[in-house]
């Protein structure tokens, strides 16, 4: 299983809104085409965290469904809540995934 973190910025107040749009989503097919297994979604202050859990890659698991009009819905839906982290350098969904820097398990 793979992770995957999307950091961005989020309407003050907005959680339940956006918390409702996933809901949708995730009662769709969408998660199952990009092989999402689970998903979290944070907030401190105005920036928000999505964690997601999926088969394969994360990256390749959004740029899989990136066309495809059930993501686009959710995205254009979302435009009205999260907004990117750095609007500067945002120019796809990829620039807003974290980079993971250190991982643990403990021992089997």
């Given amino acids: 299983m793979k992770r995957g973190l ?3 910025k989020i309407k003050p ?3 339940q809104e ?3 749009l996933f809901e949708e989503s995730d009662r769709s097919e969408l998660p199952r085409l990009a092989g999402v297994r689970h998903r979290s979604l944070f907030v401190l202050d105005d920036v928000y965290v999505h964690y997601v859990e ?3 890659d994360f990256a390749e698991a959004v740029d899989a469904v990136r ?3 059930l993501f686009k819905e959710i995205s254009a839906r979302l435009d009205a809540f999260i907004t990117p982290y ?4 945002w120019r796809s969904p990829k ?7 250190y991982s643990w ?3 089997e």
Avoid: K, M
């Fill in 18 to 20: 956006v918390a409702q």
């Fill in 67 to 69: 066309e495809h009009p």
């Fill in 13 to 15: 107040g907005s959680e």
């Fill in 54 to 56: 999926t088969d394969d």
């Fill in 86 to 89: 750095d609007p500067e350098t």
């Fill in 6 to 8: 999307i950091v961005a």
């Fill in 95 to 101: 620039d807003a995934q974290a980079r993971e820097f």
């Fill in 105 to 107: 398990d403990p021992p």
